[in-house]
């Protein structure tokens, strides 16, 4: 579904560069997903990437620099630019998401609980499917997908720790993973990874790491492909235009 345009739409605020191509993928969806015939139909977004804040596995899993103050003061720099809204381009980031809000008088949309709420409308409400989940594990660790599933009533399914470790993290941060750049590897060990769930029954697989379908399409999997940052972006557009 497309949006069109109105007067005046709130300025929609990215709080990115985690990583930066996710970033980028965040804003081209908010592009694609607006109707618009000329410059001035689209939505004035303000895209804030710092690279170079501490990654959010690493201090979830093994204790490494906290991201929270970059996250918060990177959240209070939007809003002192025009922002109206926040949206993360992180999954893992949501984790802070509570704390980052204490710091602005601004909403953020919440990626997490949209897409377990998009997957409730797609099932009208029915409780029971089981949800793959494809993450980092600072993601998988925090269980922020298996509570907002579990909340609705949907039976999540996770890599197990080999799995995990072997597929979905090497995929994304092995040394020739997506955030090194890589494409073809990550996709293979990515569709290995949804392939086993889907084995365990998922009906849906959750792309929950936003590195993840940059290389991941439905095409590669049999199940349906849930894209929380197409959800977010259309979200975003909505309250936007709201």
Known sequence: MNFVAMNKPKR???????????????????????????????IPVIINANPLIPDRTL??????????QYLKEEASLLQNAGADLIIIACNTA??????????VKIPILNMISLTADYI??????????????????????????????????????IPDVKEQEGLVMEAVYGSKGIKAGYK???????????????????????????????VLTDKDITSILINPMEILAKEAIRRSLD
């Open 12 to 42: 929609i605020g990215i709080l990115g560069g985690m990583g930066p191509e996710a970033t980028l993928c965040l804003y081209s969806l908010i592009i694609k997903n607006t109707k618009a015939a000329k410059d001035q139909d689209h």
């Open 94 to 103: 949501h984790y802070y998401i509570d704390e980052i809000a204490t710091v």
């Open 120 to 157: 409730f409308e797609k099932e009208s409400g029915v409780p029971g499917a089981k949800v793959g989940i494809l993450a980092t594990t600072g993601t998988i660790t925090t269980s922020l997908y298996q509570n907002a599933l579990i909340n609705r009533g949907f039976d999540p399914i």
């Open 59 to 68: 201090h979830i899993v093994y204790n490494r620099e906290s991201p929270l």
């Open 184 to 214: 073809r590897g990550p996709k293979l060990l990515l569709s290995e990874a949804a392939s086993i769930l889907e084995e365990r029954g998922a009906k849906y697989i959750v792309a929950g790491c936003t590195e993840i379908p940059l």
